[in-house]
């Protein structure tokens, strides 16, 4: 992937892995669009990244993420590169959990942001990176695509069926020009699921140094790490990681 000269939507690029991908694509020549929930850390990114636009916007909403995609295409003629990096962690034990409505829409929120929004913005501006030149679409899934951590059983799934989406999307659009990347990120040390959760796991700027580089080398899939190793390993290796992960 050619890092200069794009125009790029980067969902939730405010914070962590996002804001990370945020700054290498702005110091190589991109301009940079993200969105996000919170003002006040869309706004902090913009200090900190120069030239950084942002849109606040609920990407669990699939009238917010319709209302963004034509936001961002008419304010951004150029757009050709959509980053889904968006998402969100509960961790859980399903039978401890209401039965109830209420419950289950919390539920659903992990699976439209997660899941819904990567698919949903990649439908509604396909026509228009269609027509841009080097259109690229990257997701961004997790190592637990490959063998899911128990405690967020959610969570696993969507990143799973993410990768199985993206396999696909690139077949679809082989004969396009559109190219579909997807970056697989191991543990890395943001606020993921919460604040302290991932303080064990790698550091953010390592892992957005070796990623971009990579992408930029020209690969379709890049991990890092742990998540490196699981997204090529054998069935036995996916069971081996399974069973360290999840005791
Ligand atoms: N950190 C890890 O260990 C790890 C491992 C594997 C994969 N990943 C993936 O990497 C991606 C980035 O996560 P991160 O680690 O950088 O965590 P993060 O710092 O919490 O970043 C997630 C971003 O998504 C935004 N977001 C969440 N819900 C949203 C919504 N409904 N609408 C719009 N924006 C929303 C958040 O902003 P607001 O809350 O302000 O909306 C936040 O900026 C995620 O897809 C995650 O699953 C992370």
Redesign the pocket.
């Given at each position: 992937m050619n890092l200069s000269n794009n125009t790029i939507l980067l969902?939730?690029?405010?914070?962590?892995?996002?804001l990370a991908l945020a700054q290498r694509f702005a110091q190589a020549g991109s301009q940079v669009i993200i969105?996000?929930?919170?003002a006040d850390?869309?706004q902090e990114a913009r200090q900190r990244v120069p030239g950084l636009h942002f849109y606040e916007?609920?990407?669990?909403q699939a009238a917010s993420r319709a209302e963004l995609a034509s936001r961002v295409v008419a304010d951004f003629p150029a757009l050709n590169v959509l980053v889904n990096?968006?998402?969100?962690?509960n961790r859980f034990q399903l039978a401890d959990l209401p039965a109830d409505l209420a419950a289950w829409e919390q539920q659903r929120q992990e699976i439209a942001?997660?899941l819904e929004?990567p698919i949903h913005l990649a439908a509604l501006l396909l026509p228009h990176l269609r027509q841009q030149r080097e259109p690229v679409i990257i997701n961004?899934?997790?190592?637990?695509a490959f063998a899911p951590m128990a405690a967020a059983p959610i969570?696993s799934a969507t990143?799973a069926a993410l990768h199985s989406f993206t396999l696909s999307l690139r077949r679809q659009l082989a004969d396009t020009g559109v190219r579909v990347l997807e970056i697989v990120?191991?543990?890395?040390?943001?606020?993921?699921g919460g604040p302290g959760l991932?303080t064990w796991?790698v550091p953010?700027d390592d892992f957005a140094d070796s990623i971009v580089a990579r992408l930029a080398a020209g690969e379709e899939e890049v991990g890092y790490g742990t998540?490196e190793s699981i997204r090529q390993g054998s069935r036995a290796d996916i069971d081996a990681r399974f069973k360290q992960m999840n005791g």
């Open positions: 969902t939730g690029g405010a914070t962590g892995i996002g969105c996000g929930r919170r850390k869309l916007c609920d990407l669990a990096n968006a998402g969100i962690q942001i997660n929004a961004v899934s997790s190592g637990l969570y990143k990120p191991p543990g890395v040390n943001t606020d993921l991932h796991a953010v998540s």
